[in-house]
């Protein structure tokens, strides 16, 4: 009989200030924690403090729409990820038309339109045209690279860079560290599909879907499933080579505290808490912190 699936427990409801919260990212800095939030109907980013008592501070939000050149209007978003550096760079990622926005929040403008695609030959040939299956996922990698996760048809880890880069795999070390900013590139470019893990086997059978991916202090990778209710963790200390082709394990796995709506979004705090984001109609207890049963 297999055993079974532990299952996280929910120690705080916090309000984040977007409706419809889609997605959730942590800047680890030598000076502290910050946690940003976006959500898919405006292009409105939340920003907050983890204190020192690990309690989080008061919001502050920013209009990316009106920053100079936005391509789109704050109420017309459909954002499904956000990702930050440990600097000042934020991106958020639509997934119809496939692109990453990057924004600097210290000079408050446009830095790069990221148009992702999937050319004739390449890993993902034929696998990125359901334009409701695409990125939903989104996290900075070293060298001026991305790690999308596609939600579904296939479930997948796609590693994206400029067309002409090289893949490089997956790895801890590609995972960008406290302060460490993101090597972004400046204005309409196009990235490219380099390397592509499809969830497989038992990781497959844990999660119905990837709703989102985030990043923590240890450098592991944690993927959530609204399907399945359920967050797995990927350890990268072995690394996932450009020709791996699959994931086939998680290190760990755990069910969602249940009666909860939509996850979407993901975010270890680095103190052993996990924040999930959820995707409704209020600002009011739509973001969830969870720990590991004891």
Do not use: Y
């Not at 590693?159 to 790895?171: D, I, T, W, Y």
């Not at 893990?197 to 450098?219: E, F, M, Y």
């Amino acid at each position: 009989m297999s055993a079974k699936t532990p299952r996280l427990v929910q120690s705080e409801r916090i309000d984040l200030p977007v409706v419809e919260a889609s997605g959730v990212a942590v800047r680890h800095t030598e000076r502290g924690t910050v946690v940003l939030v976006v959500g898919d109907r405006t292009a409105e980013v939340g920003a907050c403090l983890v204190g020192t008592d690990g309690e989080l501070d008061d919001w502050t939000t920013i209009d990316l729409a009106a920053l100079p050149g936005w391509p789109s209007p704050s109420g017309d978003s459909q954002f499904e990820a956000i990702a930050a550096d440990g600097g000042s760079l934020v991106a958020v990622m639509r997934e119809d038309p496939p692109v990453v926005l990057v924004a600097d929040t210290a000079t408050r403008e446009l830095c790069a339109e990221i148009r992702l695609t999937a050319p004739v030959g390449s890993v993902l040939d034929g696998q990125w045209d359901d334009a409701s299956s695409r990125g939903e996922g989104l996290v900075f990698l070293r060298d001026g690279r991305l790690l999308v996760a596609q939600e579904k048809r296939p479930r997948a880890l796609i590693e994206f860079g400029p067309v002409g880069a090289e893949a490089q795999g997956l790895s801890s070390a590609d995972l960008l560290g406290p302060d460490e900013s993101w090597e972004a590139p400046s204005g309409p470019v196009e990235f490219v599909p380099l390397s592509m893990w499809k969830l497989k086997s038992a990781a497959k059978k844990a999660l119905g879907d990837v709703s989102a991916i985030g990043t923590d202090p240890q450098r592991n990778l944690w993927l959530l499933s609204d399907k399945s209710q359920r967050v797995g963790r990927l350890g990268l200390d072995v690394p996932l080579a450009p020709d791996d082709d699959e994931v086939r394990d998680l290190d760990e796995i755990w069910d969602l505290p249940g009666g909860i709506e939509k996850p979407e979004g993901i975010a270890a705090l680095g103190d052993g808490r996990v924040l999930v984001a959820l995707d409704t109609r209020s600002t009011r207890g739509n973001g969830m912190i969870v720990t590991r049963p004891l």
